[in-house]
């Protein structure tokens, strides 16, 4: 599949990559983080409610993060456009530093006092906008229970979403309802786009990393005859399942590949 068409995927996965390389390296992980207390109740250290989106601590949860990125972030750019993907990636960033404390100030009396390193919330909301997107291909049974082409993301999500229980599944909870809140368009969120400016000068900082960027132009490449093709496969899709009266497909669907890939591990 590669990242043709999609600059924006890859130089949100590169940026990640290599800021958790470069943390594992200078043994700095402890400042990507975000505990309570007291770096932030005693130390305000706001700072870091940016940076601990930026890098994750371990190389298990960047692999998978990493892996799960590929196979939703790419096909999410492809349809809605690098533009407006690059505007939603924002959003969901805005979100993520707003809504990152609240486990921590709901679950602080229970003992829950810090957030992992690492954009989950970010990670989870592309993946609620990729199951809403992007249209289930086949459908198969195993032992009585309905598998889709979707089985992989069930599984690279529930090993992130079980990866440090419980603060992992209440930050699987908090991406969904960021990807919920652009739908919405609170804030007009939804239909805010990035500059053209800010376009520009993204692409002349990660054009030294992203090989298939957009040149010379200022303008991230918009919807192509290949989104089409997806739109119009998508909604064929879509009538098929109506029609046949599946309901795997959706965030039901996604539920029930969670259960499926716990009943795995069990």
Same mark, same amino acid.
């Given at each position: 599949?590669?990242?043709?068409?999609?600059?924006?995927?890859?130089?949100?996965?590169?940026?990640?990559?290599?800021?958790?390389?470069?943390?594992?390296?200078?043994?700095?992980?402890?400042?990507?983080?975000?505990?309570?207390?007291?770096?932030?109740?005693?130390?305000?250290?706001?700072?870091?409610?940016?940076?601990?989106?930026?890098?994750?601590?371990?190389?298990?949860?960047?692999?998978?993060?990493?892996?799960?990125?590929?196979?939703?972030?790419?096909? #999410?750019?492809?349809?809605?456009?690098?533009?407006?993907?690059?505007?939603?990636?924002?959003?969901?960033?805005?979100?993520?530093?707003?809504?990152?404390?609240?486990?921590?100030?709901?679950?602080?009396?229970?003992?829950?006092?810090?957030?992992?390193?690492?954009?989950?919330?970010?990670?989870?909301?592309?993946?609620?906008?990729?199951?809403?997107?992007?249209?289930?291909?086949?459908?198969?049974?195993?032992?009585?229970?309905? #598998?889709?082409?979707?089985?992989?993301?069930?599984?690279?999500?529930?090993?992130?979403?079980?990866?440090?229980?419980?603060?992992?599944?209440?930050?699987?909870?908090?991406?969904?309802?960021?990807?919920?809140?652009?739908?919405?368009?609170?804030?007009?969120?939804?239909?805010?786009?990035?500059?053209?400016? #800010?376009?520009?000068?993204?692409?002349?900082?990660?054009?030294?990393?992203?090989?298939?960027? #957009?040149?010379?132009?200022?303008?991230?490449?918009?919807?192509?005859?290949?989104?089409?093709?997806?739109?119009?496969?998508?909604?064929?899709?879509?009538?098929?399942?109506?029609?046949?009266?599946?309901?795997?497909?959706?965030?039901?669907?996604?539920?029930?590949?969670?259960?499926?890939?716990?009943?795995?591990?069990?």
């Amino acid at each position: 599949m590669g990242f043709t068409g999609a600059p924006a995927s890859q130089g949100l996965i590169t940026v990640i990559c290599v800021a958790s390389l470069l943390a594992a390296t200078t043994s700095t992980q402890h400042y990507f983080d975000l505990p309570l207390t007291p770096h932030l109740t005693r130390d305000h250290q706001w700072w870091r409610l940016l940076t601990h989106q930026i890098a994750f601590a371990n190389s298990s949860e960047l692999f998978i993060a990493t892996l799960l990125l590929y196979f939703t972030s790419v096909p #999410v750019e492809r349809s809605l456009g690098s533009h407006k993907y690059a505007s939603f990636l924002f959003a969901s960033f805005f979100w993520s530093t707003m809504l990152s404390p609240l486990p921590l100030i709901l679950f602080s009396r229970f003992g829950l006092n810090h957030i992992p390193a690492g954009p989950f919330i970010v990670v989870f909301s592309i993946l609620a906008q990729s199951i809403r997107l992007i249209p289930t291909v086949f459908y198969w049974r195993l032992f009585g229970v309905e #598998v889709t082409s979707r089985i992989a993301l069930y599984i690279l999500s529930a090993q992130l979403v079980f990866s440090q229980p419980p603060i992992s599944f209440y930050l699987f909870l908090l991406g969904l309802l960021t990807s919920s809140l652009y739908l919405s368009n609170v804030l007009s969120l939804r239909t805010f786009r990035l500059s053209p400016r #800010v376009v520009s000068l993204s692409q002349r900082f990660l054009t030294p990393f992203v090989s298939n960027a #957009v040149l010379g132009t200022g303008n991230l490449p918009t919807r192509s005859a290949a989104t089409t093709l997806v739109e119009a496969m998508r909604l064929q899709m879509r009538a098929n399942e109506q029609a046949a009266g599946n309901a795997g497909g959706g965030m039901a669907g996604f539920v029930r590949g969670v259960l499926f890939c716990l009943l795995l591990r069990r």
